[in-house]
């Protein structure tokens, strides 16, 4: 066993040695290792954290909305629809809500109204989130000013700023009570956005689904479920785009990795003849290319993951984020929580550290099986 | 004893450019003298060396050490037997570059799972011996023909082999350098260590050193000396 641990320790060093004198070409070689699983794993991370982001949203989201429909557009709901749905079996609650979007020409974005279904600010008063309070440049107490739906001065007193932690929903949101809602888009009462359901039988959405579509033939039902597929397609799609773009960095550093590291030169050809020739046997000199393959490989692999993740969880993915979280005036300002996935990690390791190694060792074996004569005479 | 026994040598077999390297070759060497085998270019003393020193086998023939047959030997057991047996000077020393005088004298060692330490003090004990005691830490590109030729002998020397086999020791110093390597030579031998080089430069011959002298030409052995 000694002798192995000697062996093996023998062979690092050599190794370390053989890597210092190529200095130039393993550290080229180093950093566009690096630059390759630095990009993949922070696509891969951040469109994984975002994912479980937006899970982690639509777990609290009702399991139905139902909306109105007039010539295919949605439309506001009469208080009658309430009604109808309520006396639906398997319904267990139906809540009205009230929201919609609202051009601030100031700072020139979209706002998202909403009236929340519990604990509403008092009248003349809202709740903001946190972008829309940095580019209006407000705090707790200052006034914040619109024009309602009759091009009227509205002012409403900012009570407090939304929760930085939930930025990815509220970065744009403006919270407001009832009467404050109607009057600023001249909603007359007994009308609502939409209604959302909750369904006692989790098994039977579906079913109750079917039952509101037969009952109001005008509605449209969006399940949890589809609100989840919806966004998972969205990410998917963004990820697989950027993906896509990253496969032809791959497919450089393939060529650049087989070029570096397959295509033995004369020199290291005579290296490997030297070797056999004062002693080594064929598997020495593999186990010895191995360990500068892996050595190499999983350095450049671990310091792009660090990266990576530093990229992704501290500093926001500024590489990525236009093409991750969507265009907006309103940038929700919001890191995904570091998480560290072992099966993730094990894909992008295989993805990258296997073909490397794979390719070093091929040529090496073939001059490595030579009689260590005919490579030396070479 | 080491015997070759009708060995012949054909490189690129079956190809155009197929050519017999050694022909049909008997040749005994004993231990503890000093065979040199002396022949122009091209004249197959190389080749023998080679097979000599298990570093090829032969097309056809055998090669036995001590009355063992090595030719048929797999890689490993060949390569584990040459470590031990078999330290080699090479035509045009075969250092490699980059590393250091000390590291290329440590590599024979590297398989053998010997201590670090024994073997780095080892080495460093070889190159004192040598003269080199300085250059340890110089790199192999960096070193003249005589430092590169020294160290290539303390390489062949770390794994404290019986034989060593040195293909034209003296082909690249001159005359000084020369007489400076023969008389390392010499001291191996009174070591006790079996010498057998190749050589076409009169200063080897003249240098009392060969016991056993071997005429190479074509392939084939001319005449053999005592």
């Known amino acids: 066993m000694n002798a192995w641990i000697e062996r093996q320790r023998g062979l690092v060093d050599t190794t370390v040695a053989n890597l210092g004198r190529r200095r130039g070409r393993n550290l080229g070689l180093f950093l566009a290792y690096t630059l390759l699983v630095f990009l993949l794993a922070s ?18 989201a009702p399991e139905l909305v139902v909306q109105r429909l007039t010539a295919g557009r949605h439309d506001l709901m009469p208080a009658a629809w309430l009604e109808e749905i309520r006396g639906l079996r398997g319904v267990s609650a139906v809540t009205g809500r009230l929201w919609g979007y609202h051009f601030d ?31 209006r440049g407000l705090a707790a107490g200052d006034v914040l000013s619109l024009r309602d739906h009759a091009g009227n001065p509205f002012a409403l007193s900012v009570e407090a700023l939304l929760d930085s932690r939930s930025e990815l929903v509220s970065a744009d949101l403006l919270l407001l009570n009832e009467a404050d809602f109607r009057a600023f888009f001249g909603i007359e009462p007994g009308r609502y956005t939409d209604a959302t359901l909750a369904v006692a039988n989790p098994k039977e959405v579906r079913k109750v689904a079917e039952k509101v579509l037969a009952r109001l033939p005008a509605a449209r039902v969006i399940s949890r479920e589809e609100m989840r597929r919806s966004y998972e397609a969205v990410f998917n799609w963004r990820q697989g785009l950027l993906l896509t773009f990253l496969s032809v960095l791959l497919a450089a550093f393939a060529l650049l990795a087989w070029d570096k590291a397959s295509g033995l030169s004369a020199e290291e050809r005579r290296e490997i003849g030297i070797l056999k020739a004062v002693g080594w046997d064929s598997g020495d000199v593999l186990t010895m290319k191995l360990w500068e393959g892996v050595l190499l490989s999983a350095t450049a692999f671990l310091a792009g993951y660090g990266l990576a993740w530093l990229h992704v969880f501290y500093w926001g993915a500024p590489l990525f984020e236009p093409v991750l979280k969507g265009w907006s005036v309103l940038y929700p300002r919001f890191t995904v929580a570091p998480d560290v996935d072992s099966a993730q990690i094990a894909t992008l390791f295989f993805l990258t550290v296997l073909p490397y190694v794979a390719a070093t060792l091929v040529p090496v074996w073939r001059a490595a099986t030579l009689d260590p004569d005919e490579v030396i005479r070479e | ?61 055998r090669v036995r050490l001590d009355g063992r047959d090595i030719s048929a030997l797999s890689e490993r057991f060949l390569t584990e037997l040459r470590r031990a047996t078999f330290g080699f000077v090479f035509q045009q020393f075969q250092l490699i570059r980059g590393l250091s005088a000390l590291e290329n004298v440590m590599l024979p060692a590297v398989p053998t799972g010997r201590p670090h330490a024994r073997v780095r003090a080892r080495a460093l004990e070889l190159l004192e011996y040598l003269g080199l005691a300085a250059h340890a830490a110089t790199r192999a590109q960096w070193l003249s023909g005589g430092e590169a030729q020294r160290v290539a002998i303390a390489r062949a020397l770390i794994n404290d082999p019986r034989v060593i086999i040195a293909d034209e020791p003296t082909s690249h110093l001159d005359s000084a350098l020369s007489r400076q ?20 430069d009169p200063l080897v011959f003249e240098s009392g050193l060969v016991e056993h002298l071997v005429e190479v030409r074509d392939g084939r052995l001319e005449a053999a000396g005592p």
């Open chain 1, 43 to 60: 696509v891969v991370l951040y469109g994984d954290g975002l994912r479980r982001e937006a899970r982690l949203l639509l777990a609290d």
């Open chain 1, 105 to 135: 020409a100031a700072i020139g974005a979209n706002l998202t109204l909403q009236v929340p279904l519990a604990e509403a600010p008092a009248s003349g008063k809202t709740r903001i989130g946190a972008a829309l309070a940095r580019a």
């Open chain 2, 1 to 61: 004893m080491i015997e070759l026994v009708a060995v012949s040598k054909v490189y690129n077999a079956g190809r155009p450019n197929q050519y017999s390297a050694v022909r049909g070759v008997d040749l005994a060497i004993e231990h503890g003298r000093v065979t040199a085998l002396r022949g122009p270019s091209g004249s197959g003393k190389t080749t023998l060396l080679s097979l000599i020193g298990g570093l090829t086998r032969p097309s056809s023939g």
């Open chain 2, 181 to 200: 390597i023969l008389a390392i030579l010499g001291e191996l031998r009174g070591q006790g260590r079996t010498l057998i080089l190749s050589s076409h």
